[in-house]
């Protein structure tokens, strides 16, 4: 069964505490993979897609990495304001071999930065 | 910067009436799609739709949920008749379907729905 699985749950971190979120997965034929941030009471915003294993992307503090069984969202040096829950989602193709864009989501990580 | 819009941001209905969820996708954009989220759960998808029609939809969507686009800017949920289990925060995503695009969905802000 195609799975998206996030760890961890939440993370506490001192205000320039670095560390990484995890999203591991489990999906035939992967056609991407997305990050999103969501903060509370608020729609999902996109912050980076990954297509193949090495591929990395940056966005300010944000670096997000793809191997062929999970990808890393690396937060350097995190603000208060990096606050949010960040969603790892995959879409994935129907019976049928087609896809029309359908994601999955994990359950999310839900990152607090203390200043 | 174009995005998607949600309205209301928060519905409150009584159990077995009918509700209707509106969403402006971003202009150019071709294939629309509604998920929801049950407080502390995974966002979960619902329907997509394209060319005017349904193109994949989960078992959530049963007969109780329909989707339209009535003018060819809204798009909306219509839900006849509502359960407690329908509480939920209800997201309206687009995306353009172009290549350059990368498949990229674009979420509005969602809609709270209370079901009492």
């Known amino acids: 069964e195609d799975q998206v699985t996030q760890s961890p749950e939440a993370l506490r971190l001192q205000e320039g505490e670095s560390s990484s979120l995890n999203c591991s997965y489990t999906?035939?034929?992967?056609?991407?993979l997305f990050w999103y941030r969501q903060d509370p009471g608020k729609g999902p915003e996109f912050l980076f897609t990954l297509y193949s294993a090495g591929e990395e992307k940056e966005k300010e503090r944000l670096k997000a990495t793809l191997t062929k069984k999970e990808s890393f969202l690396h937060i350097t040096a995190p603000k208060p304001e990096d606050s949010a829950t960040y969603l790892c989602a995959v879409p994935l193709i129907n019976a049928g071999g087609t896809s029309y864009g359908k994601l999955t989501f994990g359950q999310g990580t839900i990152l607090t930065v203390h200043p | 910067e174009p995005e998607v819009t949600q309205t209301p941001s928060h519905q409150v209905t009584q159990m077995g009436q009918e509700v209707i969820l509106r969403c402006v996708p971003i202009?150019?954009?071709?294939?629309f799609y509604w998920y929801r989220q049950i407080l502390g759960q995974k966002v979960e998808f619902l329907v997509s739709f394209y060319n005017n029609e349904i193109s994949e939809k989960s078992e959530i969507f049963d007969d109780q949920f329909s989707v339209e686009r009535p003018d060819g800017s809204n798009f909306t949920l219509k839900i006849r008749s509502t359960k407690l289990e329908d509480s939920a925060m209800y997201f309206c995503?687009?995306?353009?379907?172009?290549?350059?695009?990368?498949?990229?969905?674009?979420f509005g802000a969602g809609t709270r729905l209370s079901v009492l």
């Open positions: 995503a687009s995306r353009t379907g172009l290549a350059y695009a990368k498949n990229i969905q674009y």
């Open positions: 202009s150019n954009h071709l294939y």
């Open positions: 999906v035939s034929g992967l056609r991407g």
